[in-house]
């Protein structure tokens, strides 16, 4: 098997739950330097977990398929792509720069920088700005296609609330996926559009939100 631990790797997002491994590596298969495609599945059910990665040999393929596949239909719904990983994701001379400021995305941030925003152990997401009359089921619904929740905290008349979930991987894919972070719009609910974070554990057993970079956001 080609080890593709240095090549340029996309997250694939919002895959429906029909789309099978084969389905989803045909869009990635028109790049010719596609090395691995993979789509993540529960193990305890078997199901599709709505994301995966597509990795590539040449960087130049993965920005071609970022910037053609992004939106593009497959299954009953469109792609959500980014990069899952940053070292790939400005060309040199672009003038990007993938740094983050402490506290504060000064640009969209990979999968991997969300995943690494938060110690391993940390399943809990952070949800703000919720409208008054959110409630729990609201919350559920809102991960139904990324992961199982374990647990609500809902603080909803105060604006805002936790979801812990079944793993560290699904938090992040969450807040990838939900929220800004990753360059998207964020998700909306009740018609306020959602500011979505890790959440972490005070030592004292209450939750706060924390922002990537290690600072903790204002609930």
């Given at each position: 098997r080609e080890d593709t631990t240095h090549h340029a790797s996309l997250f694939i997002g919002d895959l429906s739950p029909e789309v099978s491994l084969d389905l989803a590596e045909q869009p990635f298969a028109a790049f010719p330097s596609l090395s691995e495609c993979r789509v993540m599945y529960d193990p305890n059910t078997g199901r599709s977990r709505g994301y995966g990665f597509a990795s590539f040999?040449?960087?130049?393929?993965?920005?071609?398929?970022?910037?053609?596949?992004?939106?593009?239909?497959?299954?009953?719904?469109?792609?959500?792509?980014?990069?899952?990983?940053?070292?790939?994701?400005?060309?040199?001379?672009?003038?990007?720069?993938?740094?983050?400021?402490?506290?504060?995305?000064?640009m969209p941030m990979s999968y991997e920088q969300i995943v690494a925003a938060a110690p391993s152990h940390n399943t809990t997401v952070y949800l703000g700005n919720l409208h008054p009359m959110t409630t729990q089921q609201d919350i559920v619904a809102l991960f139904s296609n990324i992961s199982f929740v374990r647990?609500?905290?809902?603080?909803?008349?105060?604006?805002?609330?936790?979801?812990?979930?079944?793993?560290?991987?699904?938090?992040?894919?969450?807040?990838?996926?939900?929220?800004?972070?990753?360059?998207?719009?964020?998700?909306?609910?009740h018609g306020r559009v959602l500011r979505v974070s890790w959440g972490k554990d005070r030592n004292d057993g209450s939750i706060v939100p924390q922002l990537p970079g290690g600072g903790l956001a204002a609930g």
């Open positions: 040999g040449d960087p130049d393929d993965a920005h071609r398929a970022l910037s053609t596949l992004n939106g593009e239909w497959l299954g009953s719904r469109p792609l959500r792509i980014n990069w899952a990983n940053q070292k790939h994701s400005t060309r040199p001379g672009s003038g990007g720069s993938p740094a983050l400021d402490q506290g504060a995305a000064t647990e609500v905290r809902l603080q909803a008349e105060r604006g805002y609330g936790f979801a812990v979930l079944d793993s560290h991987d699904a938090a992040a894919t969450a807040i990838f996926q939900l929220g800004n972070l990753g360059g998207g719009s964020g998700v909306q609910l």
